[in-house]
């Protein structure tokens, strides 16, 4: 059984959605890759996953939480999945680009592969595509628009110039929740 919930933020409508333990998605109503509600699905706020995402959305947004402690579950292929835990894995308040993200993933020559992952991140935010910059710093793109990446950077007060850290990759993920039995491990 699948379950949903909105979510009225500072940023627009995000539709979130769930399994009984684990987050499935974040979207942003009305954009690029964002579902329609299940049909099959029951639309459940209260439900523990959704709820605990909708406060630490809020807290984030407030500028009082710089990770996520979520269960997380989502479906690519195995190149997205690589993808996505190598975005997990950029810092609070600091950006990537595009051609970095492909080499971190195992395929420095598929810098378009990675962008078509990443604008497929279904954990918006909680996955946090919109740190992955140009290699100049131009935005990039975002299926949340791009003024909303421009707004999630300024949050973190970053600047979209890409971190030139090679060691980037080995540290602390800042989207991914500590290892525990309540919380998948990303990356």
């Given at each position: 059984?699948?379950?949903?919930?909105?979510?009225?933020?500072?940023?627009?409508?995000l539709?979130?959605?769930?399994?009984?333990?684990?987050?499935?998605?974040?979207?942003?109503?009305?954009?690029?890759?964002?579902?329609?509600?299940?049909?099959?699905?029951?639309?459940?706020?209260?439900?523990?996953?959704?709820?605990?995402?909708?406060?630490?959305?809020?807290e984030?947004?407030?500028?009082?939480?710089?990770?996520?402690?979520?269960?997380?579950?989502?479906?690519?292929?195995?190149?997205?999945?690589?993808?996505?835990?190598?975005?997990?894995?950029?810092?609070?308040?600091?950006?990537?680009?595009?051609?970095d993200?492909?080499?971190?993933?195992?395929?420095?020559?598929?810098?378009?592969?990675?962008?078509?992952?990443?604008?497929?991140?279904?954990?918006s935010?909680?996955?946090?595509?919109?740190?992955?910059?140009?290699?100049?710093?131009?935005?990039?793109?975002?299926?949340?628009?791009?003024?909303?990446?421009r707004?999630?950077?300024?949050?973190?007060?970053?600047?979209?110039?890409?971190?030139?850290?090679?060691?980037?990759?080995?540290?602390?993920?800042?989207?991914?929740p500590?290892?525990?039995?309540?919380?998948?491990?990303?990356?």
């Amino acid at each position: 059984m699948m379950f949903h919930a909105p979510l009225k933020t500072s940023l627009g409508d995000l539709l979130l959605t769930a399994n009984p333990r684990e987050l499935t998605g974040v979207y942003f109503l009305g954009c690029a890759h964002a579902p329609a509600p299940p049909d099959d699905g029951e639309r459940n706020p209260e439900l523990g996953i959704l709820a605990e995402t909708a406060r630490q959305l809020r807290e984030y947004l407030a500028g009082e939480r710089k990770y996520f402690e979520l269960a997380l579950h989502f479906a690519g292929t195995a190149f997205q999945q690589r993808v996505w835990r190598e975005i997990a894995r950029i810092p609070f308040g600091q950006t990537i680009a595009y051609a970095d993200l492909a080499e971190r993933a195992g395929a420095p020559r598929a810098i378009r592969a990675a962008g078509s992952a990443t604008g497929k991140n279904p954990l918006s935010i909680i996955i946090p595509c919109h740190r992955v910059v140009g290699k100049s710093g131009s935005l990039g793109g975002y299926a949340g628009g791009l003024e909303r990446k421009r707004q999630l950077l300024a949050l973190e007060q970053v600047c979209a110039q890409p971190a030139s850290n090679p060691n980037l990759a080995s540290q602390r993920p800042a989207s991914a929740p500590p290892r525990s039995q309540s919380a998948r491990r990303w990356p």
